[in-house]
Antibody, heavy 117, light 110 residues
């Protein structure tokens, strides 16, 4: 049974970088059959897929066009986890951020991130 | 504006059957399977249905799903008060190369 444990700050200042981590238990971030997503939810934008990372003999990423210029999702094989970095945040990036498995069947508990000075 | 279109609200009385629709396009529902989620306040969405009509372990058989063409539906029979929640559909979109979601349907049990 895969479980995802999220961590990271709940308050980020405008123009700074939002950083979150998702620790995986019950699977490997390097699995050749898995992928790992970040999704966010806000009243104004609803549920929004942000991107994913996955390993198929080498590492790949896919990102949503809406955040492609500002986002990085990286695996950390030494800790069996993956991370989200979102640069140059604005109040519009205020949302609950979730990490999920490939088929979006298992979700982390969510991290409420507020962008405010 | 969400890629998948759901009615914003639905309602029914205890014991009734309600259906929630989800409309997409050929690049998402038309060529990929649909997941459904139930979300209670201040909690993460919970998988209710996958591959259009498959129930994860622990989901009552009062919940059923179907897909036809570029649309999908979630049906809840024998409505109970604890079914009051927000419901979302999702599908992989081959053009976006990412997951797309519906805007959510708030189900009220009258």
């Amino acid at each position: 049974q895969v479980q995802l444990q999220q961590s990271g700050p709940g308050l980020v200042k405008p123009s700074q970088t939002l950083s979150l981590t998702c620790a995986i238990s019950g699977d490997s971030v390097s699995s050749n059959t898995a992928a790992w997503n970040w999704i966010r939810q806000s009243p104004s934008r609803g549920l929004e897929w942000l991107g994913r990372t996955y390993y198929r003999s080498k590492w790949y990423n896919d990102y949503a066009p809406s955040v492609k210029s500002r986002i990085t999702i990286k695996p950390d094989t030494s800790k069996n986890q993956f991370s989200l970095q979102l640069n140059s945040v604005t109040p519009e990036d205020t949302a609950v951020y979730y990490c999920t498995t490939q088929q979006v069947d298992v979700w982390g508990k969510g991290t409420t991130v507020t962008v405010s000075s | 504006q969400s890629v998948l279109i759901q009615p914003p609200s639905a309602s029914g009385t205890p014991g009734q059957r309600v259906t929630i629709s989800c409309s997409g396009s050929s690049s998402n529902i038309g060529s990929n399977s649909v997941n459904w989620y139930q979300q209670l306040p201040r909690t993460a969405p919970k998988l209710l249905m996958y591959k259009n009509s498959q129930r994860p372990s622990g989901v009552p058989d009062r919940f059923s799903g179907s897909k036809s063409g570029t649309s999908a539906s979630l049906a809840i029979s024998g409505l109970q008060s604890e079914d009051e929640a927000d419901y979302y559909c999702a599908s992989w979109d081959g053009s976006l190369n990412g997951w797309v979601f519906g805007g959510g349907t708030k189900l009220t049990v009258l």
